[in-house]
């Protein structure tokens, strides 16, 4: 795990010191070494800091370079399946300098070229240039594990792991992108390929960019989606529990490869449990850790997980999250994430990932089995009661859309077709509610017209693709957008900040690809509800009656805690940077229906991050 940063520039030369202060600007990421690489011919450079986790030595060292000194790489991330890859290029005749996952990926390069991305498992967001071709691949795993953002004017390409490392360049044009902030209050994050910038897009996850420095042309193409063929796998249930079963084995055994510690995060439920279960049974001395709330009304995790670390056999540490740490870490939120994040969930994780990274230097997660295995099936399933479109659907959408408040619109939800009910349980606010924080003059000159604005593009991309089989659409709504966007970018950004790996065995592409071409009812069962493969194979493990209980999110008591902060939050969104540079209306907020604890919270979020950034409009 690692940051990675590049340049190349058409006609300004690139100067050493350019890389080193976008590279530097993420040591928090890889602080165990940098390396620089500049091609002066070409004018292309690309930088790395150092997590070291596989290859510890001084051949481990990035950029990487080929024998021939033609192709140079750079990696943020880990191959798990490098040391059957390293066999196969070995029986090629390809010689290795070292023991790193990062070579493998060059040796396969060298053989099938772009294509070399289909035989990677694993997280990964890598940047290769090809000296010979006059060609730059950039490229993102499958899930969108790992970030990686491109920043583009019309004499630079630039690309970092986060947004942050552009900032240190002279050139760097930081106007905002308004649409992108408008976004942000209804999907809780900025959806990918937006980024806050304007000039600034995110990778996709399961994408590839190749820049041809001689030719200036740019490629961006998809090179993994989810199976088209949901009814491609004929087995028996048993079957599929005992394949499940076996691709999980593998998958946690990859992800326990490691020259340094590694521990793991348990809560107490399925996902991170089934992840320990297996891993336990690897590892003789694993460390495990759970994030406990101070609060009466909140219900913990903390007794179940210590029940379930004392089955396992592990080492478990309980870290307790009070009022206070709230407060700090508010402020610190637009620091550890970048740009605008709505998750406050995030606060947890990054003290969950602090207290591990005092012991251990990677930690697995149970992140992703929700979405792999259909664990929010349930909070939706409701709609499937509602089969036909009314009459009063397109009206009763139009008013939600223009509604100044969200409250209240219950009866016209109850009106419209399941597939508008799809995408309005995903949104957090609609156009109506959100036009009132923006300065209606900074919409304008930004070209946005909330009245003609479609809130939900980003999920229109998954409609109408299964014919009727509304739970598979939703699932992939999920997968492709929500995991990668907010989840898995919750957990990099706050696992990186204390320099620490986190690796998720439960989305390993060869598990998703297996379900997703399972019927849907093998994520959803109408008598055994959601997730219940995964809890069958889990019950391999462990006896029922510790698993068996309610479902319950990550999440920390937001009302509880944001009522003690008081008139504090109004201080700071007024006379925030992003107020008094004519984005947000102060007037339009105090009218805007801002009763809900996380929109609140949103609110102050953007107003820190507006103060901690530099940014034009």
């Known amino acids: 795990m690692c940051a990675i940063v590049g340049l190349w520039r058409k006609h300004s030369r690139i100067v050493e010191s350019d890389i080193e202060v976008m590279r530097d600007t993420m040591r928090h990421r890889g602080p165990d070494g940098a390396g620089l690489y500049l091609d002066r011919q070409s ?5 790395h800091r150092r997590l070291a986790i596989i290859d510890l030595s001084e051949a481990g060292k990035q950029p990487m370079l080929n024998t021939n000194e033609d192709i140079a790489l750079v990696l943020n991330g880990e191959i798990y399946n490098y ?79 986060e947004v942050r490392a552009f900032q240190a360049l002279t050139f760097f044009d930081k106007t905002i992108d308004v649409s992108a902030l408008f976004d942000f209050f209804s999907y809780q994050y900025i959806p990918a390929p937006k980024s806050i910038f304007r000039n600034v897009q995110k990778l996709m996850a399961g994408h590839y960019v190749i820049i041809n420095t001689k030719t200036e042309e740019k490629i961006t193409k998809c090179y993994w989606n ?80 210590k029940q379930l670390a004392d089955t396992f056999g592990v080492r478990h540490q309980i870290i307790t999250m009070q009022r206070m740490d709230f407060e700090e870490f508010t402020e610190k939120f637009a620091d550890i994430y970048d740009e605008p994040f709505g998750d406050t969930s995030g606060i947890p994780t990054y003290l ?70 799809m995408i309005e349980s995903t949104m957090l606010l609609r156009r109506g509610q959100k036009r ?21 593009w980003k999920f229109h991309a998954f409609q109408k693709k299964r014919g009727h089989d509304y739970v598979r659409e939703r699932m992939e709504m999920d997968m492709l957008s929500w995991l990668p966007e907010k989840m898995l970018t919750k957990v990099d950004r706050a696992s990186m900040a204390h320099s620490l790996e986190v690796r998720i065995p439960l989305i390993d592409h060869l598990l998703v690809d297996f379900m997703f071409r399972l019927p849907s009812n093998y994520q959803w069962h109408p008598e055994k509800g959601g997730k219940w493969v995964e809890r069958e194979v889990l019950e391999r493990y462990v006896s ?38 004519g984005i947000f209306s102060w007037r339009g907020i105090k009218m805007a229906d801002t009763r809900s604890s996380l929109v609140q919270w949103m609110i102050v979020n953007v107003a820190i991050w507006s103060n901690r950034y530099s940014w034009s409009f």
């Open 226 to 305: 989810l199976p088209k063929d949901n009814h491609s796998v004929a087995l028996t249930s048993c079957q599929v529990v005992d394949k499940v079963d076996e691709i999980l084995r593998e998958s946690v055994a990859l992800h326990l490869i490691s020259d340094v510690p590694v521990g793991a995060f348990l809560s107490s439920g399925i996902d991170s449990s089934i992840v320990v279960a297996i891993a336990a049974k690897k590892e003789s001395d694993l460390a495990t850790f759970t994030v406990n709330f101070n609060e009466k009304n909140h219900r913990n995790e903390g007794v179940y997980a």
């Open 436 to 456: 009132l924080i923006f300065n209606q003059d900074a919409l304008q000159a930004s070209n946005l017209d909330p009245t003609k604005y479609d809130d939900a």
């Open 544 to 581: 029922a009656s510790l698993i068996n209980r309610p479902k319950q999110g990550f999440s920390i008591p937001l009302n509880e805690w944001t009522k003690q902060l008081g008139m504090r939050w109004v201080e700071q969104v007024r006379e925030s940077q992003i107020v008094r540079n």
């Open 83 to 161: 040391r059957t890859l390293r066999q196969q290029a070995e029986t090629w005749g390809y010689r290795f300098k070292s023991t790193t996952d990062t070579e493998v990926i060059i040796a396969l390069y060298e053989r099938y070229g772009v294509e070399c991305l289909q035989y990677l498992r694993g997280m990964f967001a890598f940047a290769l240039w090809d000296s010979k071709r006059h060609q730059l691949l950039l490229a993102r795993d499958r899930i969108g594990i790992k970030p990686l953002y491109v920043y583009q004017d019309s004499e630079t390409i630039a690309f970092a792991s």
């Open 352 to 421: 969950m990932c602090q207290a591990a990274a005092r012991s251990v230097k990677v930690a697995l997660s149970g992140d992703g089995g929700d979405e792999v295995f259909g664990g929010y099936v349930a909070n939706y399933i409701p709609m499937l009661n509602s089969t036909k479109r009314t009459f009063a659907s397109g009206i009763a959408h139009q008013l939600i859309q223009t509604m100044p408040v969200k409250f209240g619109s219950s009866i016209l939800y109850r009106q419209l077709s399941l597939q508008q009910k």
């Open 43 to 47: 004018n292309v450079a690309l930088g």
